[in-house]
């Protein structure tokens, strides 16, 4: 069968199937949800107004038989917090559940004329809305465990938590894991507030009896899908015990400090003396000592990778799940704490709030700066938490992150670009970085643009993180192939092996090729990321940005960073080059 | 010459006395270079991706100088 687009309406309360257009019939992910959004939402609009819409669309080849780790969701919209657009994908059951419905992307628009809130269910026969109101107020862990009551098959679960609901610019969107813990996130650029604004608490996917993703070229799928697998079985990182599933993301702490690249205490430094009490290392040693929770845990059914894990406290009850570098780095590094429980405590408070964790430990860290408690103040910090579930005035602040805290606290360095704060990579320390912070239309986004592989990991060849030579090329390079993987439905991660071995790069595209029945190799990835961006990049300039957007925070530019003690001073127009290409294609 | 060295993640089974981030304090004959010293270490050349001098990388050949803090690091990504 054909995909089909499901709208759903919250305007006047209907759901309709439509055939995919045409112009939409190739895309899947962040393709589609970026060409959705670039035709059908006013650039112009108001984030959280009647115009803007959510859209959620899986990968291509999610939903497949076994296609190793490709359980990711594209959320987009235009973001309450960058203005301009946003995907932000997640983990978790929603991708393959919404793919084996049939369903390429659902959109989410319009607003309820009688001022109520919904949830709605989704399975094989259709689509219903019902009343939420007895939902309002709950945290996701709360509402996950709801759903499952009340629905059979542990369906996939999309939902915001009260931070959502009060439409503030730091709202993430949950997506259930197979423990039904909310932990996975698309997380960035305040989609929650997106999805609030229609009033719609959770969408509960059920993808019993339905028709399952078609695979035009099956032969061909399943040669591509083997030699990826191959590459991630054989790679260091992602293999059985490597580097991501003995210790998560979070192996990068320790690593990322050396090379003098960890934000620390809000921006100020690239070393943090408590590293290692954060890191993946530790992580994985607490849950040997504890015997509790667990690391190389599966994110979504079917991932190989294995690189998420599940966090106990001392007494071995479970606190949170994942813990991840950006993570430990936001409410930890950043704030000056180095007690991974904490970490752990707020990372449990953001997951249930429905908070991007990133976004949130930046916040804390401005409030540390601006006085309202001192770097370190662990027990200061998670207390911040109960403002924001409470809803108080402090707590909206915060919930509305990290400019609009550092308006109201009156600090000047705000670690952001195009209005969203800064992952954990220091761009004065690893030039490649800061030029994707400062170009990719996502603002600040470690994930669209990883360069820290050849930059730091010696991944997909090997460059200096100290010099701009080359930088702009090289970021451009990884935002186009990133902009297809998030295409895809793959993780991310398998780009890490995929870089350092070229069978499993063609592998990759040629599962995408066999679902799709499309002639594409591996050489026309970069043009086909780059027809993504060119979109993305379109829409924010018809939302206003100009090249000036693309530019690091003044502060970078004349406070030395530590331990390196080096500024950025990449001219601007090495960095206009990036994007010059949209309008000479 | 005295120097400083850190094993992370996977590489740190085959220095399994140093806590977490904690250096190994050695001293090395003048001369050597950051592949002896990670023979001398025992570390398998084939799981090391990265050396870091203070911070920057390094090659392999190069040679260490006196007060180096050095990082022999594994496979490494995420995010």
Redesign the interface.
């Known amino acids: 069968m054909t995909r089909k687009i499901l709208r759903i309406n919250m305007t006047d309360l209907t759901a309709t199937y439509e055939d995919i257009p045409e112009k939409w019939a190739k895309w899947a992910g962040r393709g589609l949800t970026s060409s959705i959004v670039f035709d059908e939402v006013d650039p112009t609009c108001h984030p959280l107004g009647p115009n803007n819409k959510l859209v959620i669309a899986p990968g291509w080849v999610s939903g497949t038989p076994a296609a190793p780790s490709s359980g990711r969701t594209s959320f987009g919209g235009k973001s309450p917090l960058t203005g301009g657009i946003k995907e932000a994908n997640s983990g978790g059951l929603s991708s393959q559940k919404i793919a084996k419905l049939g369903i390429a992307a659902i959109i989410l628009e319009g607003q309820p004329k009688d001022g109520k809130w919904y949830s709605i269910f989704i399975n094989k026969d259709g689509v219903k809305f019902e009343d939420a109101s007895d939902l309002l107020g709950k945290g996701m862990e709360e509402v996950d465990r709801i759903m499952w009551e009340r629905y059979d098959h542990k369906p996939a679960v999309i939902g915001i938590g009260p931070v959502g609901e009060r439409l503030a610019a730091n709202a993430g969107i949950s997506v259930n894991d197979p423990e039904n813990n909310p932990g996975r996130y698309a997380g960035r650029g305040g989609l929650g507030a997106v999805m609030g604004a229609r009033h719609v608490k959770a969408i509960v996917v059920d993808d019993k009896g339905g028709p399952g993703v078609e695979i035009k070229d099956m032969a061909l799928f399943k040669k591509g899908r083997k030699k990826l697998i191959d590459a991630i079985m054989a790679h260091d990182l992602t293999k059985p015990g490597g580097g991501l599933n003995a210790y998560g993301t979070d192996v990068l702490m320790n690593i990322i400090n050396e090379a003098g690249g960890l934000p620390t205490r809000n921006f100020s430094s690239g070393q943090f003396e408590g590293a290692a009490k954060i890191s993946g290392e530790m992580i994985a040693e607490m849950v040997e000592k504890r015997k509790a929770g667990m690391t190389g845990h599966a994110c979504h059914p079917g991932c190989i990778i294995q690189c998420s894990n599940i966090y106990p406290g001392p007494d071995g009850t479970i606190i949170a799940s994942p813990i991840e570098y950006e993570t430990a780095f936001a409410l930890g590094a950043n704030c000056g704490i180095d007690d991974l429980d904490f970490v752990a405590k707020m990372t449990k408070a953001c997951n249930d709030l429905g908070l991007d964790t990133i976004e949130m430990g930046n916040t804390i860290a401005i409030a540390m700066e601006g006085g309202l408690l001192e770097f370190g103040d662990k027990e200061g910090a998670l207390a911040l938490f109960d403002h924001i579930a409470k809803g108080t005035p402090l707590g909206r602040v915060l919930s509305n992150g990290v400019e609009a805290t550092a308006k109201v606290f009156g600090v000047h360095r705000t670690p952001t670009v195009k209005g969203q704060s800064m992952p954990a990579y220091e761009p004065r320390a690893i030039k490649g970085i800061g030029v994707t912070y400062a170009t990719t239309p996502m603002g600040a986004d470690h994930t669209s643009g990883y360069t820290i592989a050849p930059e730091i990991a010696g991944i997909g060849g090997k460059v200096d993180p100290m010099t701009y030579e080359g930088k702009a090329d090289l970021s451009l390079a990884f935002q186009a192939t990133t902009a297809f993987i998030d295409s895809s439905g793959y993780c991310l991660f398998i780009a890490f092996p995929i870089l350092d071995i070229a069978e499993g790069f063609e592998g990759m595209v040629e599962s995408v090729a066999g679902v799709m029945g499309w002639p594409v190799e591996a050489t026309d990835v970069v043009a086909i990321g780059k027809e993504i961006l060119k979109k993305e990049r379109l829409f924010n300039e018809a939302a206003g940005f100009t090249n000036q957007d693309d530019r690091l925070p003044e502060f970078m530019r004349y406070e030395p960073l530590p331990p390196h003690n080096v500024v950025w001073d990449m001219p601007d127009e090495e960095l206009d080059r990036v994007y010059a290409w949209v309008h000479e294609d | 010459m005295r120097v400083e060295v ?1 094993v ?3 590489l ?1 089974r085959y220095l399994p006395e140093l ?4 250096p190994k304090i050695m001293d090395v004959p003048d001369g050597t270079t950051f592949d002896q010293l990670r023979e001398m270490l025992g570390l398998p050349a084939d ?1 090391v ?2 050396i ?1 001098r203070n ?3 390094v090659e392999p050949e190069d040679v260490i100088h006196d007060g180096d803090r050095i ?1 022999y ?7």
């Open positions: 850190r992370f993640a996977t740190r806590g977490i981030g904690e799981e991706k990265v870091m911070g920057l990388q990082a690091i594994p496979a490494t990504g995420g995010g």
